[in-house]
């Protein structure tokens, strides 16, 4: 990983879906299809090939008509010809036809008919050969009536068009059409798949992909990198079911010697004269200075002759020079042992300012020492000491830079040659003496040295006096001390410790020898004949000042901490106390959270609509009213409790033009008033609540017959389901960032006082952008007490597999019973949708569960999701985290990617107790391959020698790789069954660990 990848989707066009098509009539001068029965056998006319014409629109179609309805037992069958799917995984069909209202045949309209059947038959090898025709080869794709309508006199011309979807696996399929008993004209027949057209983005370019051979199915394509790119991270994008490309991620940069062209998506040659040093989006840059770049393509500029880079120079800075050698060298003596070498700057410093220099003298030993030390140093002055005295030393000053290295010259320098003087063997000082002693504090001093420059009474000609001490047995690690005068006050020294004394001065000539030692003892506090009443009265000040000192301190701490408190509850008492109940105190003051909760502002609080006593006031309070003209059902995508659920259109008012997708529940007609009322409870609930991961209620047909609930439209469907459909195609990252926004849904309801107690996979919505929302309202109750925040059901069904224990045992369910659904959710998601515990029966689910076992952690999950829902699954439900601690938990790693790369392992084996269901039933490798749906991989299996299920429950993901299964989706799905017989086998009978 390590990088950060930005999309640049600027001046980059996403082209739409696209049409391949694979039969199309409205092409075709003839047909001559396949039809039955047909010729002299044939007791009806059948199917008869002829020509639509339609001069206004500019048609002309060969077409096929039939219109046996004055006949009985009517079968007659048109094929179309093999059609072959190419790399198709969903072929559709586009019908354009006409059919004769059943009215215009008065005397046979018993046998009439107003449809006809669309049939496919799939096949692996296109043959001369007519395809069956017998009904039962044959799949029905449905039954096709006329949407537009249908015309009843010879001048009406109402053309209808119906499109139907099939998945395909095998080489081709033959449509068929069968007629019994209409009066049809097959007008115009394509066939298609769709596709995400070719498209380049993020310098990767993507192949033409077929869709998925489900709607929601999501088909994820790597790219390959365009040419002179290289990969960044591997380019994925993702073909939804309606053709169009959605969430790419990774890409390719640019080679060095290639710039991008962001709009044409290409890496162009950078010419020459120009360079680019690194892989990026950086463009190609001109030559440095005293550089040049003579053919194309180039990462560097190549310096001119005499000129040199440093390889830790960037690429972009000038070709330099070695500099010259250091001007005006000069020294200056300290004493006899020490001299200051000091110099200019060379005059030439070769375009760089980096210059360092280096001193060499040829008769200096070990035991000279240089200030500064390193051998290599950019100041102009050096001082050495450690000299000898009247020894000649020659100095050399050399100069260098960060190309210096690079020629095979040594430099330039300057040199010097020095001698040192004579020791001062007269400037010594004399008498050196003690004249005060106390506990940690002894006074010297001495008589200033004679010369006989100088007179012996004024000491001027003296530059500065060293005063050494140590103790008699530590001499090694002494102290001096420097002053100007003949007198020192030397402190802070060890009570009744005997210390030795020296002194030597410095003059104009340097320094002289130290003095003889003179040794003294210092005194002690008490009991000593140096320490008088002056000082034992100094010492009882000093402590009796401490006392006071501290004493005043703590008087004023109390006092400041009792004028806040009081302070504080004055405010409190002039607020309401939500107020107060929001303040905190730190270090001192009062302020506010610097963060507050997402539904704080939100003042909102959900009402139950069963404490209404009319069901309809509750409806007609939170819901819309629709009317059912601006309402259009397209197709019924499922089923629910209380009757179909369609997909279809919402026409928005007031105008009435703009139409968005909707969903529509519709009742079934007939139902009971309580099922009606059931029904209307659901959108009561749902209109009170507005939030961008809870499903949104447009509004409700409650006046006219069928009665609906309309809902925004989620393209992919149930969560559970988008997730198996394409389990191993999504990043880390996006499955986390799928469960803040359920987690935030969550938080809102909680925060408005609102337990779902059916928070599941299988109740949560995903848009066409990958957007989760809370669904699915039919067990949620309200929160009825304040103080414990829990509710009592009546009884009913619980879904076990996500309720918590005290909502199972106690039917106690709370926000803290939603969190742990949530775990629940968690697991499905990182497990794309398996099935929680498995096959296990709902008894062993709530036994496992008490017994302290918790499911283990799906394959590849971070770490820090996996604590998360083990976080979730805590049997105190007070342990538990809110939601709004889930969203922040989640914001985090969503901010810090790093956090998710740990993968979690299962510490322990998680075990069922010994009573648990058996999920090691299987006695072949064949069975347990069959039960997961992996038979596929049976041969694989066997090939590898792994033929008993003692084999196969050993099994990693690495030997699932050599064995060639390579698909991420099916390594899950077989790691998590091994993991499921794993715990079954482990069996421990005692407490388990979460």
Not at 497 to 512: D, I, N
Request: glycine fraction near 6%; charged fraction near 20%; hydrophobic fraction near 35%.
């Amino acid at each position: 990983m390590g990088h950060v990848f930005v999309l640049l989707l600027v001046g980059v066009s996403i082209a739409s879906a696209e049409q391949v098509v694979l039969l199309d009539t409205a092409t075709e001068p003839t047909l001559e299809w396949t039809r039955y029965p047909f010729g002299p056998a044939a007791n009806t006319p059948g199917w008869v090939e002829e020509s639509y014409t339609n001069f206004e629109k500019g048609i002309n179609w060969r077409s096929y008509v039939v219109c046996d309805v004055a006949y009985n037992n009517v079968n007659n069958w048109l094929w179309t010809p093999f059609v072959e799917r190419g790399i198709a995984n969903r072929i559709y069909i586009e019908i354009k036809f006409t059919i004769r209202d059943c009215s215009l045949f008065p005397g046979n309209a018993l046998s009439c008919k107003e449809t006809f059947s669309l049939l496919y038959y799939e096949f692996d090898a296109a043959t001369r050969e007519p395809p069956p025709w017998e009904p039962e080869s044959y799949k029905l794709i449905g039954r096709i009536a006329a949407g537009e309508g249908r015309f009843n006199t010879a001048s009406d011309n109402i053309i209808n068009t119906e499109t139907k979807s099939i998945p395909v696996n095998k080489k081709g399929v033959y449509f068929a059409f069968r007629d019994q008993g209409a009066c049809i004209s097959l007008l115009a027949i394509k066939v298609y798949y769709i596709t995400c057209p070719e498209v380049t983005i993020n310098f990767a370019h993507f192949p033409m992909t077929p869709t998925g051979r489900e709607v929601t199915l999501i088909e994820q394509t790597t790219g390959t990198c365009v040419d002179n790119a290289e990969v960044i991270d591997t380019p994925t994008y993702l073909c939804k079911g309606d053709g169009k490309w959605s969430l790419p991620t990774g890409g390719c940069k640019c080679k060095a010697g290639f710039e991008p062209d962001f709009e044409k998506q290409t890496c162009n040659v950078c010419p020459p004269g120009k360079y680019k040093h690194a892989t990026g989006d950086e463009h190609c840059q001109p030559c440095p200075a005293h550089s040049k770049a003579s053919d194309y393509g180039l990462a560097e500029c190549r310096c001119n002759s005499g000129y040199y880079r440093s390889p830790k120079d960037l690429k972009s800075m000038a070709c330099t020079q070695p500099p010259s050698a250091p001007q005006n060298l000069t020294v200056n003596f300290v004493d006899q042992s020490t001299v200051i070498l000091s110099w200019n700057p060379p005059s030439f410093l070769g375009g760089r300012s980096d210059t360092v220099f280096r001193v060499e003298c040829d008769a200096c030993g070990p035991s000279v020492i240089y200030s500064p030390n390193s051998e290599i140093f950019n100041d102009t002055k050096i001082t050495i000491s450690g000299l000898s005295p009247v020894t000649t030393y020659r100095f050399q000053v050399f100069s260098a830079n960060g190309v210096s290295d690079m020629t095979n010259e040594a430099g330039d320098f300057v040199d010097i040659t020095v001698t040192t003087e004579a020791s001062v063997m007269s400037a010594s000082v004399n008498n050196v003496r003690v004249t005060s002693v106390k506990a940690a504090e002894i006074t010297l001093t001495w008589d200033p040295p004679f010369t006989p420059e100088a007179d012996m009474d004024s000491p001027d000609h003296v530059e500065i006096y060293e005063v050494r001490y140590f103790s008699r047995h530590d001499e090694i690690n002494a102290t001096s001390k420097m002053t100007k005068v003949n007198q020192i006050v030397i402190n802070s020294l060890r009570q009744r410790t005997e210390y030795g004394f020296q002194v030597r001065a410095k003059t104009t000539h340097g320094w002289g020898d130290f003095s003889q030692t003179v040794f003294k003892t210092t005194g002690q506090v008490l009991g000593t004949a140096y320490i008088g009443d002056e000082d034992n009265m100094q010492v009882r000040i000093i402590a009796g000042a401490t006392v006071a000192v501290v004493v005043l301190l703590v008087i004023i701490i109390i006092m400041t901490v009792l004028f806040l408190r009081s302070r504080t509850n004055d405010e409190c008492n002039k607020k309401q106390p939500s107020d107060c109940d929001t303040l905190e105190y730190r270090n001192g003051e009062v302020t506010t959270p610097l963060f507050t909760q997402v539904g704080a502002a939100n003042s909102r609080t959900y009402i139950d609509p069963h404490t209404y006593e009319d069901p309809n006031q509750a409806v007609r309070e939170f819901a819309r009213e629709i009317d059912a003209s601006y309402i259009t059902i397209e197709a019924i995508i499922g089923g629910g409790e209380f009757g179909d659920v369609c997909r279809g259109k919402l026409k928005l008012p007031p105008d009435g033009r703009t139409e968005i997708d909707v969903a529509i529940k519709t009742l079934k007609p007939g139902s009971a008033d309580k099922a009606r009322n059931d029904f209307l409870t659901e959108a009561s609930i749902m209109g009170q609540f507005e939030h961008p991961n809870v499903i949104f209620l447009q509004g409700v047909v409650t006046k006219s017959n069928p009665v609906m609930i309309i809902t925004e439209y989620m393209e992919n469907g149930s969560l559970d389901t988008f997730l198996r459909a394409n389990d191993g195609k999504f990043q880390v990252l996006q499955l986390v960032g799928m469960l803040r926004g359920i987690a935030s849904g969550m938080q809102y309801l909680s925060e408005m006082n609102y337990v779902h107690r059916d928070l599941a996979a299988r109740n949560v919505l995903v848009n066409a952008q990958l957007v989760c929302k809370i669904a699915d309202f039919g067990l949620s109750r309200e929160i009825e007490s304040t103080t414990e925040g829990a509710y009592t059901t009546r009884g009913g069904k619980i879904p076990v597999r996500w309720t918590a224990p005290e909502a199972i045992a106690f039917r106690k369910f709370t926000s803290a019973s939603d969190v742990w659904s949530f775990g629940i959710v968690c697991w499905e998601v990182m497990s794309y949708g398996e099935r929680p515990y498995w096959n296990w029966s709902n008894q062993d689910v709530i036994k496992s569960i008490e017994k302290g076992y918790r499911l283990p952690a799906p394959m590849d999950c971070p770490e820090a999701i996996y604590q998360l829902m083990l976080d979730s699954w805590q049997k105190e439900r007070t342990h538990r985290p809110s939601f709004a601690s889930i969203v922040k938990t989640l914001d985090k790693l969503i901010r810090c990617p790093d956090t998710l790369r740990k993968i979690a392992q299962n510490r322990t084996a998680n075990p069922l107790a010994p009573d648990a269901p058996d999920m090691t039933q299987f006695t072949s490798v064949s069975d347990w391959l069959s039960s997961i749906k992996m038979t596929r991989y049976l041969e694989n299996f066997e090939r590898a020698g792994i033929t008993s299920m003692e084999a196969v429950v050993q099994l990693t993901v690495q030997e699932l790789t050599a064995l060639g299964i390579t698909l991420v989706g099916h390594q899950k799905k077989i790691m998590n069954s091994v993991q499921a017989m794993r715990a079954q086998i482990s069996n421990l009978s005692e407490g388990f660990l979460v």
